[in-house]
C-alpha cells in the first residue's frame, strides 16, 4: 500500500514492522508498537474473522467490530437506535437517538466511496425518523453506488407524508426497495403488536405514497402469537389492495431484545403456525405473487411452504442444531438465530437422503 | 361501534349471504350473522368481524384509510377506460364461401364484390385506429370470409405496421376466417406479420356440419380440419384459436363439443351463446334456446372441463374471465361485457364501406334499415366527430350498471355490464329494466354458477380456476408431469 493512501486504512499484521508506519491504526496478535506506530490493538485473538477490505471500529476498551464485511453481502448500515414504533417483537429494543451512530455510517459510507458494492442495507431502529439526515445517506447509497442495490428496512410510517414519501423518492433515485413491516390485516392488531396507534393506517398510506412514485415495495410480516391465526387474510389482504408490491416475506422471529422480554405473549411454534402458513403462501403463490418465507427451517415448514423457505439469517449469527448434521437439506435450510434466546430444538427433523419426501418435483 | 362501507348483497346460495364491496372485494356469511351485520349488533372479536374489516365492509374509528383502498382498487378496475378504443374490427368483405344457418342475413354471394372494402377505406380506417390514445391497437379483420379480400388484408397490415413504427405504438393483428379457403402463400405471410388466427369450430363433424355449411349447403368441417393443420404447420401450434357458437344442436352435447376441441389440440374453449340477431325468424326457433337452458348447460360444461384439467391443462374462457374479475383486483377487458359499456369506448365496427358503429349487433342493424346507432363514415368524418361526438358521449353515459335499473342494486354488479345495442333491439330503448331481459338472465345464472362454485371452497377447483387465471398449468399437480 503506498503511504499516502494509509491514512484512512487499518493495518492488520502478525507483527508491527516499518512497513506499518503511516496507517490510521493497527490491529495485530504480536506485540504493542512503537512510538511511531498509530494507535491500535495488540495481542488481539481471533484475527481470522477480519479480512483484507472490510471496514472495521477499534475500541479503546480492546474491541474490534467489523462494521462492512469486504466479502458479505449482508451489510448493514446502522444508522439510529430510534424508532417510532415500540414492537412487542423488536430484536433491538428502541432507545434515543446516539449521534454516534450516524456518524459510524457516514464514515462506513466514507470508506466504500470508489469501491464497488453489491448491496447496501439501510436499517435501524427507524431510519426514517433521522429524517433530512436520513434522506442524505439514502442519497449517498444511490448516488456513490450506483450499481448497489440498496435496501431500507422501515416500518413505512413517516412515508404517510406524501412530501416526505416524495423526498424519499429523490433521495433514492428510483432504485431503492424500501421494505416495509406489516404484521396484520386487521388495524388493531397491527397496532397492538407494534405499540403504537395508528401505525397501520400511517404504514398502509405510506406505501400507496411510495407506489405512486414508483418506488419499489417489500412486503414483511413477522409471525406471532398475535397475527398467525390471521396469516391467510393477511394474504387476500396484500393481493386485493397492495398487489403492486415487488416482494412479499412472512418471517420467523429472532428471539431477543424486546422478543425475549414478551416471549409468553408473542412467541408461537413454527408448528401451530405451519399449516396457516401454507394457506397464506399459497394463497400469495397461486395468485401470482412472488413470495418467500425467511428465518423458518425447512423441517418446520409443511412440504408445500418448503419451496419458498429462503436461507435468510445473515450469516455471523445463523447456527444449526447438532440433529442438522445428519440433515441432507442442511446446505438449502435457514437454520437458526444464534441470537435467540429460545430455540425449538425438540421439533427438529433431520431429512434422510432415502426418504421420498422430496415435494419440490411437482412444484418446479 | 363500527360504520358500513357501501356494499351490495344477494342470497346465494340459498341461506348464505354474499355481499361485494363496491371495488369487486366478496365475502359470504350466514344469514343471522348477516343480519347482525347490517343490524351493528355483530360480535366485534369475531373472525366473521374481522374478516369484514379486512375486505373493507365496515371501519371502525376513521374510513380514510379504508376509502383510499376502496378508491385505489376502484381505479385500478376502471382503469381500461384510460386505453380508449383499443380494439377495431375491420369487415373488410360481406362476402363468404360458407353460408351457415346462423349467418343467412349477414354474408353475401362469392362473387358480389361491391361488397369488398377498398384499400384508400382501410387505410382512412388505419388512420384512425391510431388516433386513438390506446397504446395496443388490435386491429381484427371480420368479414363474411376476409380471406376472400386478402390483398387489402395484406396492404392494410402492411400500412398499420408503418403507422405504428411512426407512432411508437405496439398494433397487434387477428384474422377471423373460416379457414377453408386459406392458401399457404397467406399462410405465411401471416406468419411473417405475425397475424394470429381466430377460426370457428362448434364440435365433432356432426355438430359442425349442422349449422356451418358451404353456399351450396355441403359440409365444412374434413375441410376446415385439413386446413386447420396446415396453419398450424407453418404458424406452429398455438397460433390458431377457434370459436364456438352454441346453438340448439349443440346444447346438450357440450360433452363431445369439448373433446373435439382437446382433440384438435386447441388452448381452451371459449362457450359462446348463440348471438340471437342477424338470421331469420324460423331459424331462431331451430336454433334458438332460452337463457336458462344455456345456464344449465354451461355450469354442466364447466363441471366437465374442471375434470378435464385433472390431466390436462383446459381453460374455458369465459369462466377465466369472469373468475378473474371475482378474484382478482385487475381490470379485465372484455368489450362485450363492462361498465360503461365498450360500445365503441373499447371497441369499435367498421363496415365494407366505412361506416363506422360501435358494435356488431350495431353494424347488423344498420343493414336491417335501423341506422341508429351509425357514428359516423371515416370518408367523411373526423376522428374527433365520430369518438368524440355527441352520440357516442350520450350512448357510453346511458350504459353503466351503475345507473341500470336492478342491476344498480344486483349483487354481481361489479362483475356484469350493459349492451346498449341490445337493450335497444329488444325494447327500442337504449337503456330499459334488466329485470326478466335474457341478457341477465343469462349473466346472472352463470355468476350465480360460478359463486356456487366459490362458496364450496375445493382446493383442486380453486388451483384449476387460479391456473386458468394466471396462465400458470403448474399450479395443478397433474398425472402427465409427475
Ligand atoms: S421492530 Fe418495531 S420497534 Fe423495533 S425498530 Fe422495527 S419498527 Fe421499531
Ligand atoms: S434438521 Fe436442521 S438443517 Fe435439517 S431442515 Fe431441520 S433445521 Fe434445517
Ligand atoms: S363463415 Fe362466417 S361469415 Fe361465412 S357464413 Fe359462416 S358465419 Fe357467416
Ligand atoms: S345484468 Fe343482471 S346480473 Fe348483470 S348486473 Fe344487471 S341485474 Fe345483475
Known amino acids: ?364 | 361501534m363500527y360504520s358500513l362501507l357501501p356494499f351490495q348483497f344477494g342470497r346465494v346460495p340459498a341461506r348464505n349471504v354474499l355481499v361485494v364491496n363496491e371495488c369487486g372485494d366478496h365475502y359470504f356469511l350466514a344469514e343471522e350473522v348477516f343480519s347482525s351485520f347490517i343490524e351493528h349488533r355483530m360480535d366485534e372479536s369475531s373472525d366473521e368481524f374481522l374478516d369484514l374489516k379486512s375486505k373493507l365492509f365496515l371501519y371502525q374509528d376513521d374510513p380514510e384509510l379504508s376509502l383510499q383502498k376502496i378508491a385505489a382498487r376502484y381505479r385500478t378496475r376502471k382503469s381500461f377506460l384510460r386505453e380508449f378504443t383499443s380494439l377495431h374490427m375491420l369487415v373488410v368483405t360481406l362476402r363468404c364461401n360458407q353460408r351457415c344457418d346462423y349467418c343467412q342475413a349477414s354474408s353475401a354471394d362469392e362473387g358480389a364484390s361491391q361488397f369488398d372494402m377498398t384499400s384508400e377505406t382501410a387505410f382512412k380506417i388505419v388512420d384512425m385506429v391510431f388516433r386513438s390514445p390506446s397504446r395496443h391497437p388490435k386491429i381484427e379483420f371480420q368479414g363474411g370470409e376476409p380471406l376472400l379480400n386478402w390483398t387489402v388484408i395484406r396492404d392494410t397490415v402492411k400500412y398499420a405496421e408503418r403507422k405504428a413504427t411512426e407512432t411508437g405504438k405496439e398494433a397487434s393483428f387477428v384474422v377471423c376466417t373460416n379457414l377453408t379457403a386459406v392458401t399457404l402463400d397467406q399462410l405465411s405471410f401471416l406468419r411473417d406479420h405475425r397475424v394470429s388466427i381466430s377460426t370457428s369450430l362448434d364440435g365433432p363433424q356432426c355438430l359442425h356440419d349442422m349449422c356451418r355449411k358451404t353456399r351450396q349447403g355441403g359440409a365444412t368441417h374434413a375441410g376446415f380440419e385439413s386446413k386447420l393443420e396446415l396453419a398450424r404447420g407453418v404458424l406452429g401450434n398455438g397460433s390458431v384459436n377457434a370459436l364456438m357458437t352454441t346453438t340448439a344442436h349443440t346444447l346438450g352435447r357440450m360433452g363431445e363439443v369439448t373433446d373435439e376441441y382437446l382433440r384438435l389440440g386447441m388452448n381452451g374453449i371459449f362457450i359462446r351463446s348463440l348471438n340471437p340477431y342477424g338470421f331469420a325468424a324460423e331459424d331462431a326457433r331451430t336454433l334458438g334456446y332460452a337463457s336458462e337452458s344455456f345456464v344449465d348447460c354451461y355450469l354442466k360444461s364447466l363441471e366437465y372441463i374442471f375434470e378435464l384439467n385433472r390431466n390436462v391443462y383446459f381453460p374455458e374462457y369465459f369462466a377465466s374471465l369472469l373468475f378473474s374479475r371475482i378474484l382478482t383486483p385487475y381490470p379485465t377487458g372484455f368489450v362485450d361485457l363492462q361498465s360503461p359499456s365498450g360500445c365503441g369506448i373499447s371497441g369499435a365496427i367498421y363496415d365494407y364501406d366505412g361506416s363506422v358503429f360501435p358494435s356488431d349487433e350495431a353494424r347488423m342493424l344498420a343493414r336491417m334499415g335501423d341506422r341508429h346507432f351509425f357514428l359516423g363514415n371515416v370518408l367523411n368524418d373526423s376522428f374527433e366527430d365520430i369518438f368524440a361526438g355527441k352520440k357516442l358521449r350520450a350512448l357510453t353515459a346511458g350504459a353503466c350498471v351503475e345507473t341500470t335499473p336492478c342491476c344498480a342494486r344486483c349483487v354481481y354488479q361489479a362483475f356484469c355490464g350493459t349492451d346498449p345495442v341490445r337493450n335497444y333491439l329488444e325494447t327500442g330503448d337504449e337503456l330499459r329494466s334488466m329485470e326478466c331481459s335474457p341478457f341477465c338472465a343469462k349473466h346472472k345464472g352463470v355468476f350465480n354458477g360460478l359463486f356456487r362454485i366459490l362458496k364450496e371452497n375445493d382446493p383442486f377447483k380453486l388451483d384449476v380456476i387460479w391456473s386458468w387465471i394466471t396462465k400458470n398449468r403448474f399450479l395443478v399437480e397433474r398425472h402427465e408431469n409427475c
Open chain 1, 1 to 364: 500500500m503506498p503511504f499516502y493512501r494509509r491514512s484512512g486504512r487499518i493495518r492488520l499484521a502478525d507483527t508491527l514492522g516499518f512497513d506499518c508506519l503511516g496507517y490510521a491504526g493497527y490491529l495485530t496478535e504480536g506485540m504493542k508498537g512503537g512510538l511511531l506506530h498509530p494507535d491500535g490493538i495488540y495481542a488481539a485473538s481471533g484475527t481470522e474473522g477480519v479480512e483484507e477490505g472490510d471496514i472495521v471500529m477499534l475500541t479503546s476498551d480492546g474491541t474490534v467490530t467489523v462494521l462492512w464485511g469486504a466479502n458479505s453481502s449482508q451489510n448493514s448500515l446502522f444508522v439510529t437506535k430510534a424508532c417510532n414504533c415500540d414492537c412487542l417483537m423488536c430484536p433491538q429494543p428502541p432507545a434515543i437517538h446516539d449521534p454516534q451512530d450516524l456518524v459510524r455510517a457516514e464514515k462506513v459510507l466514507d470508506c466504500l466511496r470508489s469501491r464497488s458494492v453489491k448491496q447496501i442495507c439501510i436499517t435501524g431502529g427507524e431510519p426514517t425518523v433521522l429524517g433530512a439526515r436520513f434522506l442524505k445517506v439514502l442519497e449517498r447509497c444511490s448516488r456513490e453506488h450506483p450499481e448497489a442495490a440498496v435496501n431500507v428496512l422501515t416500518n413505512g410510517k413517516l412515508f404517510s407524508d406524501p412530501e416526505f414519501a416524495g423526498k424519499t423518492a429523490s433521495a433514492s433515485n428510483g432504485k431503492a426497495l424500501f421494505c416495509v413491516s406489516l404484521h396484520s390485516d386487521i388495524d388493531t392488531v397491527h397496532d397492538r403488536l407494534v405499540g403504537a396507534r395508528g401505525s397501520y393506517a400511517a404504514a398502509q398510506a405510506g406505501i400507496y405514497n411510495l407506489a405512486k412514485l414508483g418506488c419499489a415495495v417489500e412486503i414483511r410480516h413477522v409471525i406471532s402469537k398475535g397475527n398467525f391465526n390471521r396469516l391467510k387474510r393477511f394474504s387476500e389482504q396484500m393481493y386485493s389492495y397492495f398487489p403492486f408490491c415487488a416482494h412479499y416475506a412472512f418471517m420467523g422471529m429472532e428471539i431477543c431484545g424486546q422478543a425475549f422480554k414478551n416471549f409468553d405473549e408473542i412467541n408461537v411454534s413454527p408448528l401451530e403456525y405451519r399449516d396457516c402458513l401454507e394457506e397464506a403462501v399459497m394463497s400469495m403463490y397461486r395468485a401470482g405473487l412472488p413470495v418467500s418465507v425467511y428465518n423458518v427451517p425447512l423441517c418446520l415448514c409443511s412440504e408445500k411452504t418448503r419451496p419458498f423457505a429462503r436461507q435468510s439469517i445473515s450469516s455471523w449469527k445463523n447456527i444449526f442444531m447438532s440433529q442438522c448434521e445428519e440433515c441432507s437439506k442442511k446446505d438449502k435450510c435457514a437454520g437458526f438465530f444464534g441470537t435467540s434466546a429460545f430455540l425449538p430444538g425438540d421439533l427438529v427433523r433431520p431429512f434422510r437422503e432415502d426418504a421420498c419426501d422430496d415435494s419440490s418435483a411437482c412444484w418446479g
